[in-house]
């Protein structure tokens, strides 16, 4: 099924839009025997598909890269992808809600798009991304941990806050009247605070794991 997957790559200092192209078929045995040559018809019909992917004039006329799985059933996959920098095909792949299918097939155009525009070898994403630094969900990882531990520290420190009055200071004072109603409302929000701080490092630490699994299993 022709798609069309927009793709963003954000790996400093590159910051690029594309959109990606591309069509899967997958021809049974005797789909391909049907053929006078079934590989060659196979390959002919995804790119046929790619060119009628959108109104792109580019992948129009861009011969697209073929990717070929032969599975021990006899039938043949082929993926024909074509990489895109024209805008208006960015927007427009933008308002297409992904199904199931089309997500998975989303996720390997992207690696697709992003090794292709870095020169890297198949597979070689994962590891250009850690020589540049925290992936996205590292850094969001970061913050939320950083904000959950200020927050219990707040906490911590409001807990022990204890305001006594100087004998010189009457209790009328504006001083004092500062100190009690401090220490009242440091007794009041010492707890909630810490609770909320460990909560955001716990929520944090799921949050983290969930996406790393789902990325991982996509």
Same mark, same amino acid.
């Given at each position: 099924m022709p798609? %069309?997957?927009?793709?963003?790559? !954000?790996?400093?200092? /590159? ?5 990606? +192209?591309? &069509? @899967? ?10 053929? !006078? ?9 995804? #790119? *046929?598909?790619?060119?009628?992917? %959108? ?10 890269? /073929?990717?070929? =799985?032969? +599975? ?12 895109? &920098? *024209? ?8 308002? +297409?809600?992904?199904d199931a ?37 590292? #850094? =969001?990882? $970061?913050? #939320? ?5 200020i927050l ?12 006594? @009055? ?6 009328? %004072? ?16 010492? $707890?909630? !605070? ?8 716990? $929520?944090?630490? /799921?949050? +983290?794991?969930?996406? !790393? #699994? ?5």
């Amino acid at each position: 099924m022709p798609l %069309s997957v927009p793709v963003t790559i !954000t790996l400093p200092p /590159i910051d690029h839009s594309y959109t990606v +192209h591309t &069509d @899967r078929q997958r021809w049974s045995a005797d789909q391909l025997i049907v053929e !006078t040559d079934g590989r060659a018809a196979l390959e002919n019909a995804v #790119r *046929e598909n790619v060119r009628k992917s %959108s109104t792109c004039v580019f992948a129009g006329l861009t011969e697209a890269d /073929i990717s070929v =799985t032969e +599975h021990p059933d006899g039938s043949i996959a082929m993926v024909g992808r074509v990489l895109c &920098d *024209e805008a208006d095909c960015h927007t427009a792949a933008r308002r +297409h809600h992904l199904d199931a299918a089309e997500a998975i097939e989303a996720k390997a155009a992207a690696d697709w798009a992003a090794e292709k525009h870095l020169g890297l070898a198949p597979g070689g994403l994962r590891a250009e991304k850690r020589r540049s630094g925290w992936t996205f969900q590292e #850094r =969001t990882l $970061f913050a #939320r941990m950083s904000i959950g531990i200020i927050l219990t520290a707040v906490g911590a420190a409001m807990s022990t806050y204890d305001y006594q @009055r100087p004998d010189n200071l009457s209790g009328g %004072s504006l001083s004092a009247v500062f100190g009690q109603q401090a220490d009242k409302t440091c007794n009041l929000l010492a $707890f909630p !605070t810490i609770v909320a701080g460990a909560l955001f490092v716990l $929520f944090a630490v /799921i949050s +983290h794991v969930t996406t !790393t #699994r789902t990325s991982k299993e996509g």
